[in-house]
């Protein structure tokens, strides 16, 4: 079986099997035009010596009064559970394991420069960040969080950026388009534990023994890494996980192709149900977008093509 080569760039992620030759899905943020966007810095990676881009697109953000006036009294700072470990655009470490860096990072950090806030950065899993937040243990979350209608049963969201469910595999794989699961029958899908990668596919899970055909296997994994090993590997065939970490890893890795967008999602800020945090957030967000600020950010990580026009506080999932 053929192996891939160390991505060009790397973030630090914990887990002990990954060596140079497992397949990261961890290249570093490009521009849009696919150069390197800014400053870079050498991401922390076994040694490693790659970079990721260190362009500073916050710190120039200033105070949005307006927005800023919206707060709950007395708010001026906030616990913000940030997922670690995903691919990027997502948020890895950077040389000295532990500066956080990724999109999510630069959208929370700007957000809480428009509404005067402080905050305390915690890392945490992905799955552990949704639940957390109705126990109190977090203000908000960040980590890719697509908003879907079984989440906004028991989350508030304030969204950012639009982004979905994609499929990517082996270039030797008889795939191609993807557009209907039914075509995945009788294969091994990886993707990331408690997602809505996972959800979306554990309920159309039926469209195979419908069919007549064998079901596909859904395999979860909590580390990235072990995602696309298992491809490397051959103990997996296709992988579903975000659109623009999938064209990252596209981009930046031999011997992978993506298929094509499966569902799109707008992405957001998650807070407990019935947060008074939303309408501060939606405000900063949108002048962030009228300033300049969130193109910048988005130009940063090379996903121009996931903006969106205006935020919203827990819009509808679109079919």
């Not at 990954?18 to 991401?43: E, H, K, M, P």
């Not at 981009?251 to 707008?266: C, I, P, S, T, V």
Request: hydrophobic letters at 40%; glycine letters at 12%; one cysteine or more.
């Amino acid at each position: 079986m053929r192996t891939f080569p160390r991505a060009r760039h790397q973030f630090l992620l914990p887990f002990a099997l990954i060596t140079s030759a497992a397949l990261l899905l961890t290249a570093c943020g490009s521009g849009a035009d696919g150069t390197a966007a800014g400053g870079t810095a050498r991401a922390a990676a076994g040694g490693g010596s790659d970079e990721i881009p260190t362009t500073d697109v916050v710190s120039a953000v200033g105070r949005n009064t307006a927005a800023a006036k919206l707060l709950p009294p007395g708010t001026d700072s906030l616990t913000l559970a940030v997922s670690v470990g995903g691919s990027p655009p997502g948020t890895g470490y950077l040389e000295d394991g532990k500066t956080l860096a990724g999109q999510d990072v630069d959208f929370a950090d700007a957000v809480a420069k428009a509404l005067g806030l402080r905050l305390k950065r915690e890392a945490a899993s992905f799955e552990a960040i949704l639940p957390a937040l109705d126990s109190g243990k977090y203000d908000a979350g960040v980590g890719n969080f697509g908003v879907t209608d079984e989440r906004r049963r028991t989350i508030d969201f304030v969204t950012y950026i639009n982004d979905g469910q994609g499929l990517a595999t082996r270039e030797d794989s008889k795939l191609d388009k993807v557009t209907d699961l039914a075509q995945l029958c009788g294969l091994n899908v990886a993707t990331g534990a408690g997602t809505t990668f996972e959800a979306t596919l554990e309920d159309r899970k039926h469209v195979c023994s419908d069919a007549g055909e064998k079901p596909y296997k859904v395999q979860t994994y909590s580390e990235v890494g072990a995602v696309w090993s298992s491809l490397q590997q051959g103990r997996s065939d296709v992988v579903m996980s975000t659109i623009n970490g999938l064209r990252y890893a596209v981009a930046q890795q031999e011997g992978l192709k993506f298929l094509n967008e499966f569902h799109r999602l707008d992405v957001g800020f998650a807070f407990k149900k019935g947060t008074k945090l939303a309408p501060a957030f939606q405000a900063a967000v949108n002048g962030l977008i009228a300033d300049g600020t969130y193109d910048k950010i988005l130009k940063k990580w090379g996903t121009t093509g996931s903006a969106i026009e205006k935020s919203q506080i827990s819009p509808p999932e679109k079919d």
